[in-house]
Nanobody
């Protein structure tokens, strides 16, 4: 299994901001798909955002109404998830996942397509 290392979770006040990070340094393929998911208590896991890369071309997808910004640092082999203007409904466990090859955009929302996962990081929204 390819390890993913996450950090950045914690407590944020309503309206506050938080940035999560995920290291994929142990993954060596130039063609890959990496995504963020979240799962709140009692709810299904849902896709948040996705980066798809192949042939030197990189695509970004946002599945939750522009409230998240995913970015990538090529040199550090890190991806980030910037979360601004948090609301209580955003509280969840956020997880990073990766696979080799470039998925179609809709495939990024299906956790079954990702064999490698980080440990997850808890985001709590409270005043």
């Amino acid at each position: 299994e390819v390890p993913l290392v996450e950090s950045g979770g914690g407590l944020v006040q309503p309206g506050g901001s938080l940035r999560l990070s995920c290291s994929y340094s142990a993954f060596n393929s130039d063609d890959f798909t990496i995504a963020w998911f979240r799962q709140a208590p009692g709810k299904e896991r849902e896709g948040v955002s996705c980066i798809r890369r192949s042939g030197g071309h990189t695509s970004y997808s946002d599945f939750l109404k522009g409230r998240f910004t995913m970015s990538r640092d090529t040199a550090k082999k890190m991806v980030y998830l910037q979360m601004n203007n948090r609301e209580p409904e955003d509280a969840a466990v956020y997880s990073c996942a990766i696979r080799g090859g470039r998925l179609v955009q809709s495939g990024c929302r299906d956790s079954a397509h990702f064999p490698y996962w980080g440990q997850g990081t808890q985001v709590t929204v409270s005043s």
